[in-house]
């Protein structure tokens, strides 16, 4: 009976480890969002870490949360490290490593606690008429740990969320700061 018993458990592993294996070893998360705003007034906004405060979900978790500001203070090379004890935040840091006006911006994401992982963030500002379509994407490869995690929990729909809610921030300063510009 206990051979049955491990055979069994063997075969379920085995399987396992396949079904994992066959899973993509890449994602990508994307939204987007209409902005009545210029690509310019979108990408100031995201091109500067120190405006993320206004618009990104995350910031909202933690308020206490430590951060720290290093490189350039806007475009390629500027850095953003944080660091939270809440346990909703972790910590990690963001480098901007593409900064193209007025059309895109590419960030370096690396997530130090609670898990490691590097993600590449992008930005895309397009004009359409006088408003500017905003997307979010997030790009990453998955180990095997990684493609056991998106069996169980579906990463577009858990962070796309977030996207939603920071696009929508997004949109709300960026017209706020343009309607108050003229």
Do not use: C
């Not at 899973?23 to 906004?45: K, Y």
């Not at 006006?101 to 997530?111: A, H, W």
Request: net charge positive; glycine share 8%.
């Amino acid at each position: 009976m206990l051979e049955k018993l491990v055979l069994g458990l063997v075969i379920v592993v085995v399987v396992l480890a396949i079904v994992v294996a066959t899973r993509p070893s890449t994602f990508h998360i994307e939204r987007s969002i209409l902005i009545t705003a210029s690509p310019e007034s979108v990408f100031a906004q995201v091109n500067d870490f120190h405006f993320w405060a206004a618009w990104s979900p995350w910031e909202k978790l933690d308020p206490k949360m430590e951060k720290t500001f290093s490189g350039p203070s806007a475009g390629a090379g500027a850095i953003y490290a944080w660091k939270s004890d809440n346990g909703k935040v972790g910590q990690g840091r963001m480098t901007i490593e593409r900064s193209d006006l007025p059309s895109s911006v590419s960030v370096k994401l690396e997530f130090i606690k609670p898990f490691t992982a590097t993600n590449t963030v992008t930005f895309t500002m397009i004009p359409v008429a006088t408003l500017t379509r905003t997307i979010w994407a997030m790009d990453g490869h998955n180990g095997f740990l990684g493609k056991l995690f998106h069996l169980v929990m579906n990463m577009d729909k858990m962070v796309g969320g977030d996207f939603e809610r920071g696009l929508a921030a997004l949109k709300s300063v960026t017209e706020s700061v343009r309607g108050s510009a003229g």
